[in-house]
């Protein structure tokens, strides 16, 4: 009932920038937290940023002061701009949300992820 899709992922070099974006769609009342996740190789899923309908933001240290993450809860979207990028920031980035749906039911979903990788 309720699809993310992730979309700005690619090739940088160290230093440069990307943009992510997700879009939520469907059967959607209202989505309270949003974030994205990352998820490198060999390694766990990690919070990178998070941020709530009222506009409370939490960062993952390792991004801080170098991501920024932002919302629209009109067109149920976030969006992370990442700046200064570094080869440890390559992983698989995934747009997640805390979705109440039409009938107020509420649920958790994640997107299919889309690939950042930052060359040396």
């Known amino acids: 009932q309720v699809q993310l899709v992730e979309s700005g992922g690619g090739l940088v070099q160290a230093g440069g920038s990307l943009r992510l974006s997700c879009a939520a769609s469907?059967?959607?009342?209202?989505?309270?937290?949003m974030g994205w996740y990352r998820q490198a190789p060999g390694k766990q899923r990690e919070l990178v940023a998070a941020?709530?309908?009222?506009?409370?933001?939490n960062y993952a240290d390792s991004v801080k002061g170098r991501f920024t993450i932002s919302r629209d809860n009109a067109k149920n979207t976030v969006d992370l701009q990442m700046n200064s990028l570094k080869p440890e920031d390559t992983a698989v980035y995934y747009c997640?949300?805390?979705?109440?749906?039409?009938?107020?039911?509420?649920?958790?979903?994640w997107g299919q992820g889309t690939q950042v990788t930052v060359s040396s």
């Open positions: 941020i709530t309908s009222g506009g409370s933001i």
């Open positions: 997640d949300a805390d979705v109440v749906g039409i009938g107020l039911s509420k649920f958790h979903y």
């Open positions: 469907g059967r959607i009342f209202s989505i309270n937290a």
